[in-house]
């Protein structure tokens, strides 16, 4: 099993993430931010990754720690669960519909993080949740997994319908990736012999 449980503590947040890459998608989310937690819920749900996840941030001031700093610290459990990558798929793709809404999502894990973030969101509010703030949590995420992300929403009117095509877009592109292939054998799919 490839398992990782890692806590990151700041002056702004505590943080411990608990998840497993060949889980079946079972998820307990406390981050004191409930929307981010439903979009944490569709990551482990699509990918089938286990995960547990308990944050306690400066929510007086805003969520913008917390949900940095969460992206952060799933990011450096992803990568120390993968481990060599030795087998993997490497890349993995989704496009995700709900109602009008449309999301693609490509991810390599190439070791070298990289982000393309191409959504214009409808309102700038989903409840209380600042939609701005989803760009910091992967930001912070592909800095500490090493992946490359492309994210696009392609269509879109409800902001809430644009922000679940991705995670669940996200999710389903992350199982692809990390998928073992049994034509790979041992090996690492990259010519370099490196990722």
Known sequence: MRTAQVTRNTLETQITVS???DG?????????????????DQIARHGLIDLDIEARGDLHIDAHHTVEDTGITLGQAFAQA???????????????PLDEALSRVVID???????????DYTRARIGEFDVDLFL?????FINHAGVTLHIDNLRGINAHHQAETIFKAF??????????D??????LPSTKGAL
């Open 19 to 21: 998840l497993n890459l």
């Open 24 to 40: 079946t998608g079972v998820s307990k989310l406390a981050t004191g931010v409930p929307f981010l937690d439903h979009m944490l």
């Open 82 to 96: 993968l481990g060599d990558k030795k087998g993997i798929r490497r890349y993995g793709h989704a496009y995700v």
């Open 109 to 119: 894990l190439s070791g070298r993080p990289g982000l393309e973030y191409h959504v």
């Open 136 to 140: 910091e949590f992967f930001r912070g």
């Open 171 to 180: 999710g389903r592109a992350l199982r692809m990736a990390v998928e073992t």
């Open 182 to 187: 049994a034509r790979m054998g041992d090996a």
